[in-house]
């Protein structure tokens, strides 16, 4: 592939730099979101109906990912940097024929495997309406996420990483007033009713940032042309392998049952919020810039080997320093965080307990992020399945034989040694050039 040139509007952003600006308006925006697990585990503590909505989450999480990994951090981006860059005018084309299929395939994804989970949450569950409400309010809730991710992918492909921060913090205000209103008539339905407002609210902000801030017009159209074709090809390969990622939370929240802890799948769900600290702030200022600019440079070999390399070392040297401190203050952070309202100090506990065992994983994740974006840059998506059957059944095997020997953190522990095997697999398979 021939080198493009760069001009004023296309120009490759400076990961450092962006990633600066970002910082502040992620604390400020999302910080709220942040803080929203906290909130829950005052509000709600642990209990059946908690570990009945995780459940859900976990599946909803999956089947969202079918949509969300087809404009987040994916080929998309790599493909309308390129259509940008030579043959602008087309690009009001390429993303109404994008913004259609989003529409049907997010309609059809949401209903079609909606309602399966609620038949079977309503038939396995003991509080069947409870089930009923939570899968209807979940199965919205996708199709509000896709339009989200949507806009995301446009806004981040033109370089403007500042929009999503601001949707989000729009959409999480109005989170935080719907549950603290909410929460006492409705229970844990509010959770995910809540996140429904919110994602459309997001969804929102950023449908008017791209029409008035970056001049876009965009009309629906099912129409196919060359670019959508090559995003789909690509997008198809990455949303499989994310996809069979992705059963990786509801595995674990199944085999969380196994370790017979009262609120199990519960406690295991903050445990790995808290361990998602050390990337959850890279994700949300430098892996978007990151993707970016690798898909700027990816013509330009030095360009592209220095720029990942570069953020490999600093992904895995912040993450690493930063587990390390977690765990050294992993007692007072956890009562600090979650010694409040309904939940128990046993429960503190087990949370302080699996801590160590999450975060070992911490800077391989950072490390797996940095490298699938690389190839995903390369617009090499054809290993992205076989890299989530990889992901799937390592994990699902070292569950297996880890939960009955150490509980809650044998589950923790396996995902870490999965995340570990997974980032040497996708150094080993870069191509040779970039290596």
């Known amino acids: 592939m021939p080198e493009r040139p760069y001009t004023s509007r296309n120009a490759p952003p400076s990961i450092a730099r962006v990633a600066l600006r970002l910082l502040p308006l992620q604390v400020v925006f999302r910080g709220g979101e942040a803080l929203l697990p906290l909130a829950l585990a005052a509000w709600f503590g642990r209990s059946a109906a908690t570990d009945l909505y995780y459940l859900l989450a976990a599946y909803f999480v999956f089947v969202g990912t079918i949509l969300t990994a087809a404009f987040q951090d ?8 390129e259509v940008e860059a030579r043959a602008p005018e087309t690009l009001e084309h390429v993303l109404g024929s994008l913004f259609g299929h989003t529409l049907v395939v997010g309609a059809i994804v949401a209903v ?22 939570l899968t209807a309010a979940m199965t919205a809730g996708v199709m509000a996420t896709s339009l989200r991710a949507f806009y995301v992918g446009v806004l981040n492909a033109r370089g403007a990483f500042h929009a999503h921060p ?34 459309l609210t997001a969804a929102g902000v950023l449908a008017t940032w791209v029409r008035r801030a970056e001049g876009l017009r965009i009309v629906p159209s099912l129409l196919r042309p060359e670019p959508v074709r090559r995003i789909f090809s690509l997008v198809r390969l990455e949303t499989t392998g994310a996809l069979i990622t992705r059963i990786n939370p509801l595995v674990d929240q199944i085999m969380a049952g196994l370790a017979r802890v009262a609120g199990g799948g519960t406690l295991l769900r903050y445990a790995t919020d808290v361990a998602a600290l050390p990337t959850s702030i890279l994700q949300l200022t430098v892996f978007p810039v990151l993707l970016t600019r690798l898909a700027h440079e990816s013509a330009n070999r030095d360009r592209f080997v220095a720029t990942t390399r570069g953020a490999l070392g600093a992904v895995v040297g912040l ?32 949370i302080t307990s699996i801590l160590p065992w999450a975060l070992v994983g911490a800077a391989p994740f950072g490390a797996l992020l940095v490298l699938a974006r690389a190839h995903v840059a390369l617009q090499n998506s054809r290993i992205m399945p076989g890299m989530g059957v990889l992901n799937s059944v390592l994990n ?5 034989v880890f939960v009955t020997r150490w509980g809650l953190a044998g589950i923790a522990l396996s995902t870490s040694v999965t995340y570990v095997v997974v980032a040497l697999v996708f150094w080993w398979r870069l191509p040779k050039a970039v290596l």
């Open 74 to 81: 994916s080929g998309a981006i790599a493909v309308l940097v």
């Open 112 to 133: 079609g495997l909606g309602l399966p989970a609620a038949v079977m949450a309503m038939a396995t569950s003991h509080s069947p309406w409870l089930a009923a409400e």
């Open 166 to 199: 601001v949707a989000s913090g729009a959409g999480i205000a109005v989170v935080w007033i719907l549950l603290a209103g909410a929460r006492h008539a409705m229970g844990v339905v509010a959770i995910p009713v809540a996140l429904l407002v919110g994602e």
């Open 319 to 350: 993450a690493a320093a930063v587990s390390v401190l977690i765990i050294a203050l992993r007692h007072p952070l956890c009562v600090l965080l979650f010694s409040h309202g309904a939940m128990d100090a046993a429960g503190v506990q087990r």
């Open 396 to 400: 699902a095997g070292l569950n297996a």
